[in-house]
């Protein structure tokens, strides 16, 4: 048995100042089970952590309508602690009553998956592990982890496109557009799903707003996928086309010059044809300010301090009275006040409290 000291080992890197951080969890499943007669099912995951008194649920993903092999956009943040065994619980349900999504007695169990963040970590760009029902397989999930870095930016966005291709055959296209970062290994996470709009070729999608961490961690340049899909309510969604661009290039704030891109479609070599434009309406970055920004932005504040004599709490010279003067206790009200005035009192300008 040879022991190795690290501590004598040369070390390329220095030693983590900390050995936890935050990070953000990214869900995918494969081969569901379909529990549907005449469509597909309609998958939803909710995740559980493992607490002292059992499981409790951090959150659930947005349900997916009609999909067997979904990507869900809802992400989860929380604190990776090297040093803890943190277990979660990754149950994925096929939803029957969409009104009362947290009920789960009126959805249909199609597996769960358990794991330590560790694994999730350790496995590196992402664990893809069986789903069991009643002991069977049921599919996969995959687990994708990226450690968040602190970014103050929320983006707001306005996109249309033009000149679409037409996919349905009665009708026009019902398009809907699908956001995705690529990750380090080359692979996309959606990050970003709008609503399809009903019969159009040139959709004017709502206005919406993502952190500049789950849109592209943080970075300017990394790559951005912009996908347009017909949807279509059997479940089976038409690739329109897509694209690909960086955060920099699009937000005139940062120099970008993109205002349009022709889309693509990978599936259709051989058209000439682009099958439309897709259109960045309007791209920005607005900072979004905490509290210490305020504070050390010249931000001041003034203590002033009130109490209010209201007769049935009794006259102050009475012992029974809520404001009495005890000789070496202070009453409830001059207890909350110093309690108040301790914690704000060192950000007062003038130190002049009334």
Same mark, same amino acid.
């Given at each position: 048995?040879?022991?190795?000291?690290?501590?004598?080992?040369?070390?390329?890197?220095?030693?983590?100042?900390?050995?936890?951080?935050?990070?953000?969890?990214?869900?995918?499943?494969?081969?569901?089970?379909?529990?549907?007669?005449?469509?597909?099912?309609?998958?939803?995951?909710?995740?559980?952590?493992?607490?002292?008194?059992?499981?409790?649920?951090?959150?659930?993903?947005?349900?997916?309508?009609?999909?067997?092999? #979904?990507? @869900?956009?809802?992400?989860?943040?929380?604190?990776?602690?090297?040093?803890?065994?943190?277990?979660? /619980? +990754?149950? &994925?349900?096929?939803?029957?009553?969409?009104?009362?999504v947290e009920d789960l007695s009126k959805q249909q169990l199609l597996g769960t998956m358990e794991c330590t963040l560790a694994e999730v970590m350790?496995?590196?760009?992402?664990?893809?592990?069986?789903?069991?029902?009643?002991?069977?397989?049921?599919?996969?999930?995959?687990?994708?982890?990226?450690?968040?870095?602190?970014?103050?930016?929320?983006?707001?966005?306005?996109?249309?496109?033009?000149?679409?291709?037409?996919?349905?055959?009665?009708?026009?296209?019902?398009?809907?557009?699908?956001?995705?970062?690529?990750?380090?290994?080359?692979?996309?996470?959606?990050?970003?799903?709008?609503?399809?709009?009903?019969?159009?070729?040139?959709?004017?999608? #709502?206005? @919406?707003?993502?952190?500049?961490?789950?849109?592209?961690?943080?970075?300017?340049?990394?790559?951005? /996928? +912009?996908? &347009?899909?017909?949807?279509?309510?059997?479940?089976?969604?038409?690739?329109?086309?897509?694209?690909?661009?960086?955060?920099?290039?699009?937000?005139?704030?940062?120099?970008?010059?993109?205002?349009?891109?022709?889309?693509?479609?990978?599936?259709?070599?051989?058209?000439?044809?682009?099958?439309?434009?897709?259109?960045?309406?309007?791209?920005?970055?607005?900072?979004?300010?905490?509290?210490?920004?305020?504070?050390?932005?010249?931000?001041?504040?003034?203590?002033?301090?009130?109490?209010?004599?209201?007769?049935?709490?009794?006259?102050?010279?009475?012992?029974?009275?809520?404001?009495?003067?005890?000789?070496?206790?202070?009453?409830?009200?001059?207890?909350?006040?110093?309690?108040?005035?301790?914690?704000?009192?060192?950000?007062?300008?003038?130190?002049?409290?009334?």
């Amino acid at each position: 048995l040879q022991v190795i000291d690290i501590n004598c080992m040369a070390q390329p890197f220095p030693p983590p100042s900390d050995t936890s951080s935050k990070v953000e969890l990214s869900i995918s499943c494969s081969n569901l089970k379909n529990l549907d007669y005449f469509s597909k099912s309609d998958p939803v995951v909710f995740v559980y952590t493992r607490g002292q008194a059992g499981w409790v649920k951090l959150g659930r993903t947005e349900v997916i309508d009609n999909n067997l092999n #979904p990507k @869900f956009s809802t992400t989860f943040r929380l604190e990776y602690r090297f040093e803890e065994i943190q277990n979660f /619980q +990754f149950a &994925v349900y096929d939803v029957d009553d969409k009104h009362h999504v947290e009920d789960l007695s009126k959805q249909q169990l199609l597996g769960t998956m358990e794991c330590t963040l560790a694994e999730v970590m350790a496995a590196g760009e992402h664990l893809t592990k069986s789903l069991r029902l009643q002991g069977n397989p049921a599919g996969k999930i995959t687990i994708q982890a990226e450690e968040v870095q602190d970014s103050k930016f929320i983006v707001h966005f306005e996109l249309s496109a033009t000149k679409l291709e037409k996919k349905d055959f009665f009708g026009k296209s019902d398009p809907y557009i699908e956001i995705a970062k690529a990750q380090e290994g080359g692979a996309f996470t959606v990050v970003y799903r709008s609503q399809h709009i009903m019969k159009t070729l040139s959709p004017r999608w #709502p206005a @919406f707003q993502l952190e500049i961490q789950k849109l592209c961690s943080g970075d300017w340049e990394r790559t951005l /996928q +912009f996908s &347009v899909w017909d949807w279509n309510k059997s479940g089976n969604n038409e690739l329109i086309g897509m694209c690909a661009t960086s955060l920099k290039d699009i937000c005139p704030e940062r120099g970008g010059l993109i205002f349009n891109l022709d889309l693509t479609n990978p599936t259709q070599k051989g058209k000439k044809k682009s099958p439309g434009v897709l259109v960045f309406t309007s791209v920005r970055a607005t900072p979004v300010y905490s509290f210490v920004d305020y504070i050390r932005g010249g931000c001041q504040i003034s203590l002033i301090t009130a109490v209010d004599f209201t007769a049935s709490n009794g006259h102050p010279s009475q012992p029974s009275s809520l404001h009495y003067s005890r000789p070496y206790q202070d009453n409830e009200y001059v207890q909350a006040i110093r309690s108040v005035a301790s914690v704000l009192a060192p950000y007062d300008s003038d130190q002049m409290i009334p």
